[in-house]
Each structure stands twice: as structure tokens, then as C-alpha cells.
């Protein structure tokens, strides 16, 4: 597995205190020029379905599994490992002050047809939804968000953002 890149959120200012570890897996579908994500009306971005993996879960049936709550996806298919991103971020829950959060992406196939989501509670709260984008359109949607610095700004948008980014260069180095 490769290192994409170590992240460090703009308000962590020092990494020290509790610290809380997460694993987490998130699936890359794309088809054509658009890439499947999620869209999450509270925060106003896109990102990769996907997302924590349970102690002594395997990071493929955590992706799997993920895959088909969150998007609706059936016959989930790991093409091949991309990377994986460490990001230090604040986290103000649970006694913690920081998560370590490692994200495994994985290019994946999928079934053409979406069935319907089993989303947690928070994330139908939170208006989260699958879609279908043009992967550039998704890449300046969430540059407006960061840009504008919106008070309901997720935590996650500079990783999701940066990823996508990489995404939209290596298919330009492959035309």
C-alpha cells in the first residue's frame, strides 16, 4: 500500500493529547467521467463513500460493507489498492482532542443499478445522499466551500478535496 500523502487539518496546532486511531475504507467507483460520492447537504460537499472499520474488521469487508449502507451498491468488486492518507484532525469528543485517521482507497466495480441505502441515523440527519458527478464539477464544488471557508464546513473536505484532485491528475497523465 502506498502513501498518498500525510495530512494535517488547518486548526490542529500542535499533536499532542488524547489521540484517538481510526481506520477507515473508502470506495472509488467511477464510470465515464463521473465518480460516484456522496453529497451531504450539512456540510455542502462531496465525498467518497466509505468510512471506519471496526477493530479486527477486514479494511475489504468494511469497504464492502460500507459501500452497500451508504450508496446502495451490490456486488461490490475491489479492482486494486490506491494508497491511503494519514490525517491528523481536531476531535473534541469522547475525552480525545485529535483523531488519526488512516483512509484506505480502493478502486472498485460496482453493479450498474443503485438499490436503496441502509444510512446511520446521523448521516440521513445530516442529509447525506449518493450521487452520480462529473469528477471536475465535484473538484470545484468543494474548492467553492473551502475557498468561501462556510461556517458548516465538514472536517473531511480537505482530504476528500485533495484526493479527488489526485484522481483528476492521474486521469489527465492517462489521455
Not at 25 to 44: D, F, H
Not at 65 to 87: F, H, S
Request: hydrophobic residues 35%.
Amino acid at each position: 500500500m502506498r502513501l498518498i500523502k500525510k495530512l494535517i487539518h488547518p486548526e490542529v496546532k500542535a499533536v499532542t493529547g488524547a489521540i484517538l486511531t481510526r481506520r477507515a475504507a473508502r470506495g472509488i467507483v467511477l464510470r465515464e467521467q463521473s465518480i460516484l460520492l456522496l453529497y451531504t447537504e450539512r456540510y455542502n460537499d462531496f465525498s467518497f463513500p466509505g468510512g471506519g472499520v471496526a477493530e479486527g474488521e477486514d479494511l475489504i469487508d468494511g469497504l464492502r460493507r460500507e459501500l452497500e449502507e451508504e450508496t446502495g451498491a451490490q456486488n461490490v468488486r475491489v479492482q486494486r489498492n490506491y494508497g491511503y492518507i494519514e490525517e491528523t484532525r481536531p476531535h473534541r469528543r469522547g475525552g480525545y482532542e485529535l483523531m488519526n485517521m488512516t483512509s484506505h482507497f480502493f478502486l472498485c466495480d460496482i453493479d450498474p443499478e443503485l438499490r436503496t441505502t441502509k444510512m446511520e441515523d446521523y448521516e440521513t440527519a445530516n442529509g447525506m445522499r449518493p450521487v452520480w458527478v462529473d469528477l471536475d464539477e465535484a473538484i470545484t464544488h468543494n474548492r467553492a466551500v473551502i475557498d468561501r471557508r462556510e461556517a458548516s464546513m465538514g472536517l473531511s473536505i480537505q482530504r476528500e478535496t485533495f484526493m479527488l484532485e489526485e484522481l483528476a491528475n492521474e486521469r489527465a497523465k492517462v489521455a
